[in-house]
């Protein structure tokens, strides 16, 4: 994909996010903000009995790549075990997002769902 095409992307997640709201009953739910920006991004996940990601909504307020990032984050982790979502790193929800020249500041908006998801598994491993 192009630039441009990637960005068209973004923008169309931004105004259609996937996986958007709220679980309840849940699993777990974590909340953290960013603190560049104090953008907030609240993950809610339910497991199934294997620990796999049956079902996670998002819910949160930030810019077009933090919210981008969430609808595709959420979407990358359905099924995976809590062990596999300790795993991810950054730079996974960058590569989701398919933008390669990124500066330091939009790449923590990009990993902000990655480093919610993460801080809320840690709480169930
Ligand atoms: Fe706040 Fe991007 S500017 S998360």
Same mark, same amino acid.
């Given at each position: 994909?192009? #630039? %441009?095409? +990637?960005? @068209?992307?973004? !923008? %169309? !997640? +931004?105004?259609?996010? !996937?996986?958007?709201? @709220?679980? *309840? ?12 920006? &104090? *953008? ?5 996940? !339910?497991?199934?009995? %294997?620990?796999?990601?049956? *079902?996670?909504?998002?819910? &949160? %307020? &930030? =810019? #077009? ?24 790193? $950054?730079?996974?929800? /960058? *590569?989701?997002? $398919? ?9 923590? =908006? #990009?990993?902000?769902?990655?480093? /919610?998801?993460? &801080? $809320?598994?840690?709480? /169930?491993?």
């Amino acid at each position: 994909m192009s #630039a %441009d095409m +990637y960005r @068209e992307m973004i !923008l %169309d !997640l +931004y105004e259609n996010p !996937l996986n958007h709201g @709220e679980l *309840d009953p849940n699993t777990f739910s974590h909340e953290e903000d960013n603190p560049l920006c &104090g *953008d907030v991004v609240r993950i809610d996940v !339910l497991l199934d009995e %294997d620990k796999k990601i049956k *079902d996670i909504k998002w819910s &949160g %307020d &930030g =810019c #077009a790549i933090s919210m981008a990032s969430a609808s595709l984050v959420t979407d990358h982790v359905k099924g995976m075990t809590i062990e596999e979502v300790m795993a991810l790193d $950054g730079q996974d929800a /960058v *590569d989701l997002l $398919g933008v390669s020249n990124l500066s330091m500041g939009r790449v923590k =908006c #990009a990993t902000l769902p990655v480093v /919610v998801l993460k &801080g $809320g598994a840690a709480t /169930v491993q």
